[in-house]
């Protein structure tokens, strides 16, 4: 079985700071891992995701993350906030074994908050 | 594309009344997914289907029946609506057969469905 920690279920930065959204994942097979963003009101949308590949990953909206097994992280980080990237980002991880057919687990989410 | 699709995207129900949510995508996706969203606890995966016809048990399904008569179409029934099934409801899909080298795991979510159990 596979789970999913956020922490910080609020994250406030000023606007042109870094942003760093922490995330670690437990599975007992190598994982797939996601962030996905949420804005109000709407669906999620992919930011990005490690499939095994390079463990720096690049996103969209000038997102990246590190997939890290020894630390079994995948924290999201982006260097300069913009009062857009405002919103609610979820870590989710799936097995990748069967294709992901059985569905993703995700993190309860962090609330991202951008200072003028 | 128009993508992953929910309908309705408000309901009010009484407790004990019955209802069908309808997800639909057009991308050809053999996998399909109904989770629910509350606040504090992420999205929670209710049932979900690896193909026409077929269909399985996710964390939290309890309450609810799901069908998927057509390849891209899967729906959620709620029999006997509870307080307790208050939420934001999301349908996503995944996985393209016919696209050489996809990644099977990336989900696609349609835009929601707010229903409120009075």
């Known amino acids: 079985a596979q789970s999913v920690t956020q922490l910080g279920s609020h994250v406030s930065v000023s606007e042109g700071a870094l942003v760093l959204l922490r995330c670690n994942y437990s599975?007992?097979?190598?994982?797939?891992l996601f962030w996905y963003v949420q804005y109000p009101n709407q669906g999620l949308q992919l930011l990005l995701k490690?499939?095994?590949?390079?463990?720096l990953v690049k996103g969209i909206n000038g997102f990246e993350a590190e997939f890290k097994k020894s630390e079994t992280s995948f924290h999201l980080t982006k260097p300069s906030a913009h009062m857009s990237d405002a919103a609610e980002y979820f870590c989710?991880?799936?097995?990748?074994?069967?294709?992901?057919?059985?569905?993703?687990?995700f993190g309860k989410g962090t609330h991202l908050i951008i200072q003028p | 594309n128009a993508g992953v699709t929910q309908t309705p995207k408000f309901r009010v129900l009484k407790t004990g009344q019955s209802m069908t949510l309808l997800c639909a995508q057009d991308?050809?996706?053999?996998?399909m997914y109904w989770y629910r969203q509350d606040p504090g606890m992420g999205l929670r995966l209710i049932h979900y289907s690896v193909g026409e016809g077929t269909t399985a048990k996710g964390e939290v399904p309890d309450g609810y029946n799901v069908s998927r008569l057509k390849k891209q179409n899967f729906l959620l029934g709620l029999e006997s609506a509870a307080p307790s099934q208050t939420s934001v409801y999301f349908c996503?899909?995944?996985?393209?057969?016919?696209?050489?080298?996809?990644?099977?795991?990336?989900?696609?979510f349609g835009p929601g469905t707010r229903l409120t159990v009075l």
């Open positions: 490690y499939t095994s590949a390079a463990t």
């Open positions: 599975s007992s097979v190598p994982p797939y």
């Open positions: 991308m050809n996706h053999e996998y």
């Open positions: 989710a991880v799936s097995t990748g074994s069967g294709g992901g057919a059985d569905g993703l687990t």
């Open positions: 996503a899909s995944s996985f393209d057969p016919g696209l050489a080298g996809a990644y099977t795991d990336t989900q696609y």
